[in-house]
């Protein structure tokens, strides 16, 4: 999904042209303001197979790989990671991935496609339930490649509880030889969609989500920092000087750290390209 073509986007687009009007996109991490706080969702009667993370877990494991279950399974829990970028939406992407627990985090299963209430895409940025969010999802189960148990294009069912990006303690300036999160994507969003900046930056952040740390073969990350006004994704970047991850506790949220590597503008997304960025300084003490 990262890297998918809007192709609902274009043709929505090309409706309202066709009506002489100009077409609304959501800008990165924004909420779309044609869609007012006070509308109200109605949930539809969706009775489905209440199941535990567990049980959801152990089903799919029975099934052969990537076979989906004829009945829908309803699962309650607290999101674990919030797999896709939330800058993404609704700018690019209009369903998300993420994971699922429903015991203190010791198991979780993945929602692969997800969408919002009542079966609807994503169209505000604050209706993406964040890391610590209580949601009930609805949805088939498959085993993914016969390794990944996985509630496959469901959608959400209620809402107990949202919670916000996380809060960081503050940002210092940066030195002179270093950027802030908002000066990198100020600089990012100059350059043509789908260009890189010929120049490297060292952009000063806090880390607010981190939505994969892979220790495996890639050693690397994605993750996104702020000072505090804006927001700045690092797509697949390497740990402390270029070298691997490790270990998941060498990247922490409230961690305050520089990242070097050329600007990349994603679909009006400010972020860095796979591979491209590197830690430079950290405040994390497990280097």
Same mark, same amino acid.
């Given at each position: 999904?990262?890297?998918?073509?809007?192709?609902? +986007?274009?043709?929505?687009?090309?409706?309202?042209?066709?009506?002489?009007?100009?077409?609304? %996109?959501?800008?990165?991490?924004?909420?779309?303001?044609? %869609?007012?706080?006070?509308?109200?969702?109605?949930?539809?009667?969706?009775?489905?197979?209440?199941? /535990?993370?567990?049980?959801?877990?152990? #089903?799919?494991?029975?099934?052969? !790989?990537?076979?989906?279950?004829?009945?829908?399974?309803?699962?309650?829990?607290?999101? +674990?990671?919030?797999?896709? @970028?939330?800058?993404?939406?609704?700018?690019?992407?209009?369903?998300?991935? =993420?994971?699922? /627990?429903?015991?203190?985090?010791?198991?979780?299963?993945?929602?692969?496609?997800?969408? &919002?209430?009542?079966?609807?895409?994503?169209?505000?940025?604050?209706?993406?339930?964040?890391?610590?969010?209580?949601?009930?999802?609805?949805?088939?189960?498959? &085993?993914?490649?016969?390794?990944?148990?996985?509630?496959?294009?469901?959608?959400?069912?209620?809402?107990?509880?949202?919670?916000?990006?996380?809060? =960081?303690?503050?940002?210092?300036?940066?030195?002179?030889?270093?950027?802030?999160?908002?000066?990198?994507?100020?600089?990012?969003?100059? #350059? !043509?969609?789908?260009?890189?900046?010929?120049?490297?930056?060292? %952009?000063?952040?806090?880390?607010?989500?981190?939505?994969?740390?892979?220790?495996? $073969? =890639?050693? @690397?990350?994605?993750?996104?920092?702020?000072?505090?006004?804006?927001?700045?994704?690092?797509?697949?970047?390497?740990?402390?000087?270029? $070298?691997? =991850?490790?270990?998941?506790?060498?990247?922490?949220?409230?961690?305050?750290?520089?990242?070097?590597?050329? #600007?990349?503008?994603?679909?009006?997304?400010?972020?860095?390209?796979?591979?491209?960025?590197?830690? %430079?300084?950290?405040? $994390?003490?497990?280097?």
């Amino acid at each position: 999904m990262k890297r998918s073509i809007l192709v609902v +986007t274009a043709v929505a687009a090309l409706f309202l042209v066709s009506c002489k009007e100009s077409p609304y %996109i959501a800008g990165p991490g924004t909420d779309d303001p044609r %869609i007012p706080d006070s509308v109200s969702y109605v949930v539809p009667d969706t009775n489905g197979i209440e199941i /535990s993370v567990d049980s959801a877990i152990a #089903l799919c494991k029975t099934l052969a !790989a990537d076979a989906v279950t004829p009945d829908l399974y309803k699962i309650s829990g607290v999101v +674990t990671k919030n797999t896709t @970028n939330p800058l993404s939406v609704p700018s690019s992407y209009s369903n998300i991935n =993420f994971t699922l /627990s429903d015991n203190g985090n010791k198991t979780s299963i993945a929602c692969y496609y997800t969408n &919002n209430l009542n079966n609807l895409p994503f169209r505000k940025n604050s209706d993406v339930p964040r890391v610590g969010s209580k949601i009930t999802v609805l949805g088939p189960l498959t &085993n993914y490649k016969g390794t990944t148990p996985e509630v496959k294009e469901g959608f959400i069912v209620r809402v107990d509880s949202m919670v916000a990006p996380p809060p =960081f303690p503050g940002c210092p300036e940066p030195d002179s030889t270093e950027i802030s999160v908002s000066k990198a994507c100020e600089l990012a969003l100059k #350059l !043509a969609d789908k260009t890189e900046s010929t120049e490297s930056y060292d %952009i000063v952040g806090v880390v607010t989500e981190i939505l994969s740390i892979d220790t495996g $073969n =890639f050693g @690397n990350a994605e993750w996104i920092i702020s000072d505090g006004k804006k927001f700045f994704y690092i797509y697949r970047g390497k740990g402390l000087n270029n $070298n691997k =991850f490790t270990n998941t506790n060498q990247l922490q949220v409230n961690d305050t750290i520089t990242v070097r590597s050329k #600007l990349y503008n994603y679909g009006g997304i400010a972020e860095t390209k796979a591979n491209a960025a590197q830690i %430079i300084k950290t405040t $994390n003490p497990n280097w």
